[in-house]
């Protein structure tokens, strides 16, 4: 039986994503601030928490994230830009993965073909950024993009078959993001869930370190 890590599985997605992968017949485990404690804005969380797991997971999936933070709402410009929200946002959005991805090594099996995936988005996309604004929230996601990239390469030495990617899975309707839907086509966390598990099944070595969104497809850096 294949082993699975979902961190942020309180969240809609990251719930959903817990019960495609246990639907499919993975062992879930699954982490979150709310039920463990696991806040990625503190780095002693982070190790205190992975230290309690154990043996190795086929499919480790990063599920955290938040467009407001502290009632900090997307910029819609950049004279609306401060400090601290903006320092929130990459300690959450960019920083958080990272520490998590510092433990990627010890998470993942060896012997066999091995996943590791970010949820990003496409707003952190610097080639797709066609209309500014949300200054904040796409730096902080461009930004987790070039961890996981650099990640990847670190990985693929003592992981060959290991799987290292960001995952765009779309507009899903969620607390997270029922404020910007707006007109936006949206789907429910179950089939951005399914999508997101028939994407990283079909990756490939090859392609580690790249950005991917819920239909397999390369998004531009």
């Known amino acids: 039986m294949k082993r699975a890590l979902v961190i942020g599985a309180s969240g809609g997605i990251g719930g959903a994503l817990g019960d495609a992968l246990a639907a499919r017949g993975d062992k879930v485990s699954r982490l979150s601030r709310s039920g463990d404690g696991l806040d990625l804005t503190d780095e002693a969380s982070v190790t205190r928490v992975l230290s309690t797991l154990e043996g190795r997971f086929d499919t480790v999936l990063v599920a955290t994230g938040a467009l407001e933070i502290a009632g900090a709402a997307p910029e819609k410009t950049i004279r609306a830009v401060s400090q601290r929200a903006m320092m929130d946002q990459f300690a959450l959005n960019a920083v958080g993965p990272a520490l998590i991805l510092a433990h990627a090594g010890r998470l993942l099996v060896r012997d066999r073909r091995a996943v590791f995936g970010v949820l990003s988005a496409r707003v952190g996309s610097i080639g797709d950024n066609r209309i500014g604004g949300w200054i904040s929230y796409r730096a902080a996601k461009a930004a ?27 507009t899903v309707r969620t607390a997270f993001t ?44």
């Open 144 to 170: 987790v993009n070039q961890i996981v990239h650099t990640g990847a390469i670190e990985l693929a030495r003592t992981h060959p078959r290991a799987v290292c990617v960001s995952l765009h899975p779309g």
């Open 178 to 221: 029922e404020r910007y839907v707006g007109r936006h086509p949206a789907v429910a966390p179950d089939v951005a869930a399914a999508r997101l598990v028939r994407v990283i099944d079909g990756l490939t070595p090859a392609q580690s370190g790249g950005f991917f969104d819920w239909a397999g497809e390369a998004v531009p850096w």
